[in-house]
């Protein structure tokens, strides 16, 4: 861990890639410049930075900015705010209903407050309020979401609640190929086997075989022809499942976040003795509503504490000017 502080054109930026040249000249056998992520402000300083590292020596890193990497990471699950939609919306629309509540989330859930409530969810869901997704396949449940609690919690209580949710994920990995091979003998497999094309059958037919010979030369496809293609059928029918487990969507991550603000009990329990910011039904409705409609409002860029000795608002100037940069 480094960190590089200074005033503005100190050179903190040059120190900070300095420290990466040297890195990767250092330990060039094992680290690469694609192993590495510059995060960057905005856009522009990407371009400002782009030319650092070739010019000693190395090649550039990844660059993103916070923004990009969260549509990187959930643009295809939810729709997002970005800085310039919040700002405008702390611009201009104070007459709109709702508006002091959305300003009071946006303080509260950028605070410290808020951070050490979230730390003690997590050792809360520990010890109980998990929640996961059941494994479906062709409208039946194959792996239940209670199934997958029982197995969580039936883990020991010491483990922590990261490495508990890879144990479960290896768990899954085991009981979707033991139904894998269950499933070969349902009667949609059949069905299917019929609607084979000739090259279909014969394309996947010689891949299916060349994969199992190199696993077992003794054997024998004039013998297990059938066999062959319905595992065929099904592991290709079960890849999504796969994936999906590998990318952990079996936990309920909406359904997680969304139960602190349905469990207002909970919530204060986590709170300890911290006052609650005010309007905190709305703020609760507010965010249970963008939940439901896939939506995340940007909260870590928070403008709000600059405007406090303003009373919330904004001075007169800074109106006048909202693009001027100040």
């Known amino acids: 861990m480094l960190i590089v502080q200074g005033a503005a054109g100190s ?11 040297y890195l990767l000249y250092k330990y060039r056998e094992t680290l690469k410049a694609d192993q590495m992520v510059l995060f960057s402000p905005n856009p522009m300083f990407n371009s400002y930075v782009s030319t650092v590292l070739p010019e000693l020596g190395e090649e550039n890193m990844q660059q993103t900015t ?30 709109e209903p709702g508006y002091p509540a959305r300003c009071s989330g946006i303080r509260y859930k950028a605070s410290a407050d808020f951070l050490q409530v979230i730390q003690q969810y997590k050792q809360h869901l520990e010890q109980s309020d998990m929640r996961f997704k059941s494994i479906q396949f062709r409208g039946r449940v194959l792996i239940s979401k209670e199934q997958m609690k029982k197995q969580f919690y039936s883990y020991d209580s010491s483990i922590r609640l990261a490495n508990r949710v ?20 349902e009667d949609w497999v059949r069905d299917e086997l019929d609607y084979l094309d ?35 059928i099904v592991q290709e029918h ?32 986590l709170a300890g003795g911290q006052e609650l910011p005010e309007h905190w039904d709305e703020i609760c409705a507010f965010t249970l509503d963008k939940l439901e409609q896939a939506q995340l409002a940007l909260r870590g860029c928070d403008p709000i504490p600059l405007f406090e ?3 919330g608002r904004l001075p007169d100037e800074y109106r006048r000017t909202p693009c001027s940069g100040r």
């Open 238 to 269: 079960f890849k999504p499942l796969r994936a999906k487990i590998k990318r952990l969507r079996f936990v309920d991550v909406r359904g997680l976040y969304g139960q602190l603000f349905e469990n207002k009990d909970l919530f204060r329990s």
């Open 166 to 185: 890879v144990l479960l994920q290896e768990w899954l990995r085991g009981e979707l190929a033991r139904l894998e091979v269950a499933e070969r003998e």
């Open 11 to 21: 050179g903190k930026t040059s120190a900070a890639l300095q420290r990466v040249a």
């Open 309 to 311: 000795g303003a009373g």
């Open 66 to 95: 916070f923004q990009e990497y969260l549509e990187h990471r959930l643009g295809r699950q939810f729709g997002l705010e970005d800085p310039f939609e919040q700002i405008e919306y702390i611009l201009t629309a104070e007459n």
């Open 198 to 232: 000739n090259e279909q059958y014969q394309k996947a037919y010689n891949q299916m075989k060349k994969r199992l010979k190199e696993k077992d030369p003794a054997f024998n496809e004039a013998v297990h022809e059938e066999d062959l293609l319905r595992r065929m």
